[in-house]
C-alpha cells in the first residue's frame, strides 16, 4: 500500500504526506490512505498551482450594474395584485408539501470560537433554545399550520455531523418526525501551506476543512437528498444559514415570487446600511445575476449614491434563497458542480515535520470554499425580492459587538415585542425606544403576525411589566 501511495504522492510533490506512516497502526493507515484515495490529485494540484503559488486574486467582473428586485412594499396597485396572487401560490405550495427547509449547518464557526456544532449555540434570550431547537420550533408550527410537514434537510460536514445527529436524538428531534429531518453531509478541502504542500493535522490525518456552503448542491445530490425530495414531491427548497435564527423559513410571499417568476434561484436583499457593511453586493454581469463580495467590491462603485442619495448598489445579500429542486439536479446531473473557489488566508492546526503539534497565531494556509450563490449567474432566471432586516437577518457570527448572540437577542426580543404590540399587547419600552422586558416568543406557537393575533385572543389579561422576564407560548 506505502509503495503504490508513495507513487501517487510523488507524481504531484506531496510525499511529506507519509512522512509518518512506520508510526502508524494499521487503522491509522487505512484511514490515511482513504483520504489520499478519495481526492482528485491531478484537479487539486491545478487549484494549488493556480490559487497557492501562483497568488492569483480574484477577477472582478467588468459591467457591474445594480441588480433590479421586487420592493418590500409594492410599488403600484399592478405589483399588489402580483404579490397577493404570489402569497397564495406560496400557500398553495407550503399546503401540497412542495417546500422544503435546507440549512446548512457545516461550517466551523471559528469567528464565534464555540465548541460544537453552531447550531448546537444556546440562542434565544429566555429560554436560551439552541439555533437547531429555535428552528425545529418553527418548523414544527409551519408545518402545523399548513397541514403538511415541512421537510428538513440539514448539511453537515465531516467535522460535525456525528456531533449533530447525536444532539437530535439526545433531543428527541425536538418533537419532529425523525423522518421529516434528513442530515446531509459536504464534501471537504485540504488546507495548503504557503509553499505548496498540504497540512497534516495528524500524523494520520490530512488537515481538511469543509468545503464551503457552495458544496451544498452536490451534496444534496451525492447523499441521495435530491432523488428523497423528487419521490416526496418537493419541488422548492428553502434555503437559510444556522446562524440567522430570524430567517424566513417559509415565507409565502418569497415562495410564491419564486414560483410565479418561473426563477430557478432567487435570493432575498436587504437594503446595505452603508457602502462597506459586511453583505455580498447583487450586480448583473452581461444579463446574469452576481454576488460580488464586499471585500471584492470596486470601492468607486461601493461608495457610488444616485442622486437623490440611497446607494447605487443597494442590494445587500443575508444568504436566504429559494431554490428549485429542478435546478439542483440540472447543474449537478453528471454528479459534478464546478463553481469558482474562494482563497482565505487562515490559522489552521497542524503538525511541523518532526510530529509537532502547531497552533499558528498568524496564518499559515490557503483555505479554498466554494459559495452558494456562485450559482446565481448558472441560472436561466432568477429573482430578488427585498427582505425587512429587522425581521429577517440576526446573524450570530462573533462572540461579541456586531453580528453576535448578544445583538441577535436584542433582534429577537424587539422582533417579537412589535409582533406582540401589532397584536394588541403592550410592551413596556424604555427611553431609547427599546423593550424594557426580556421577552420570548415560542415559534412553537407563533411564526407570524396572524399567529401572534391568535394568541393576543387567548391571552388578553396578560401583562407585560418593566423589566420582567416573559416566556409566551
Ligand atoms: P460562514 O461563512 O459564516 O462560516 O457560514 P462559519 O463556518 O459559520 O463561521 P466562520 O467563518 O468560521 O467564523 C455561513 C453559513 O454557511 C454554513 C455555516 O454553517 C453557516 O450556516 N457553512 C459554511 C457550511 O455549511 N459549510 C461550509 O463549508 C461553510
Not at 14 to 42: C, M, N, R, T, Y
Not at 219 to 240: H, N, P, Q, T, W
Not at 247 to 260: K, M, N, R, V
Request: proline share 7%; aromatic share 8%; with cysteine.
Amino acid at each position: 500500500m506505502y509503495n503504490e501511495l508513495m507513487e501517487k504522492l510523488g507524481k504531484y510533490g506531496q510525499e511529506h504526506v507519509l512522512s509518518f506512516w512506520g508510526e502508524l497502526g494499521p487503522d491509522e493507515q487505512k484511514k490515511l490512505s482513504a483520504q489520499i484515495d478519495v481526492i482528485d490529485w491531478d484537479y487539486i494540484d491545478g487549484l494549488i498551482k493556480e490559487y497557492v503559488l501562483k497568488k492569483s486574486t480574484v477577477a472582478v467582473p467588468e459591467n457591474l450594474l445594480p441588480a433590479p428586485f421586487f420592493p418590500l412594499i409594492p410599488a403600484n396597485g399592478e405589483m399588489q395584485k402580483k404579490y397577493n396572487e404570489a402569497r397564495s401560490r406560496g400557500v398553495e405550495l407550503l399546503k401540497a408539501g412542495k417546500v422544503a427547509a435546507l440549512t446548512v449547518a457545516g461550517g466551523q464557526g471559528t469567528r464565534l470560537g464555540f465548541d460544537g456544532p453552531k447550531g448546537t449555540f444556546p440562542i434565544s434570550p429566555v429560554k436560551k433554545k439552541t439555533l437547531f431547537q429555535y428552528f425545529a420550533e418553527s418548523i414544527s408550527r409551519i408545518s402545523a399550520k399548513y397541514g403538511k410537514p415541512l421537510h428538513w434537510f440539514i448539511m453537515t460536514s465531516e467535522m460535525n455531523d456525528r456531533e449533530t445527529r447525536d444532539f437530535f436524538e439526545a433531543n428527541s428531534f425536538f418533537g419532529l418526525m425523525p423522518s421529516c429531518v434528513s442530515f446531509f453531509t459536504q464534501g471537504t478541502m485540504p488546507a495548503v501551506g504557503y509553499d505548496g504542500k498540504l497540512l497534516l493535522g495528524a500524523k494520520s490525518s490530512l488537515a481538511l476543512s469543509p468545503n464551503g456552503h457552495g458544496g451544498t448542491l452536490l451534496a444534496l445530490r451525492l447523499s441521495g437528498c435530491l432523488e428523497k425530495m423528487k419521490s416526496s414531491g418537493i419541488d422548492v427548497i428553502s434555503y437559510f444559514q444556522v446562524d440567522n435564527p430570524l430567517a424566513p423559513i417559509a415565507d409565502p410571499l418569497f415562495i410564491g415570487l419564486h414560483s410565479l417568476e418561473k426563477s430557478e434561484i432567487s435570493a432575498k436583499m436587504l437594503p446595505k446600511t452603508g457602502p462597506y457593511e459586511k453583505l455580498g453586493n447583487f450586480c448583473m454581469v452581461n444579463g446574469k445575476l452576481h454576488i460580488i463580495e464586499y471585500s471584492d467590491m470596486p470601492a468607486k462603485l461601493a461608495e457610488e449614491r444616485k442622486a437623490d442619495g440611497p446607494l447605487r448598489f443597494l442590494a445587500g445579500s443575508p444568504a436566504i434563497h429559494m431554490i428549485s429542486r429542478e435546478f439542483a439536479e440540472k447543474l449537478t446531473a453528471n454528479g459534478k458542480l464546478e463553481l469558482p473557489w474562494h482563497k482565505a488566508d487562515k490559522k489552521v492546526p497542524c503538525i511541523d515535520a518532526n510530529g509537532n503539534s502547531v497552533n499558528p497565531s498568524v496564518p499559515n494556509a490557503i483555505k479554498l470554499e466554494s459559495f452558494i450563490f456562485d450559482a446565481l449567474p448558472m441560472a436561466s432566471k432568477t429573482m430578488i425580492l427585498e427582505g425587512a432586516r429587522e425581521n429577517e437577518f440576526a446573524p450570530v457570527k462573533n462572540p461579541s459587538g456586531v453580528d453576535s448572540a448578544e445583538s441577535c437577542r436584542a433582534m429577537l426580543i424587539e422582533r417579537d415585542a412589535k409582533r406582540l404590540e401589532k397584536a394588541g399587547f403592550k410592551i413596556p419600552r424604555k427611553s431609547d425606544g427599546s423593550p424594557d422586558c426580556l421577552i420570548e416568543l415560542s415559534p412553537r406557537s407563533a411564526v407570524d403576525d396572524e399567529d401572534a393575533a391568535e394568541l393576543f385572543i387567548k391571552n388578553k389579561n396578560l401583562n407585560f411589566l418593566h423589566g420582567e422576564e416573559l416566556y409566551l407560548e
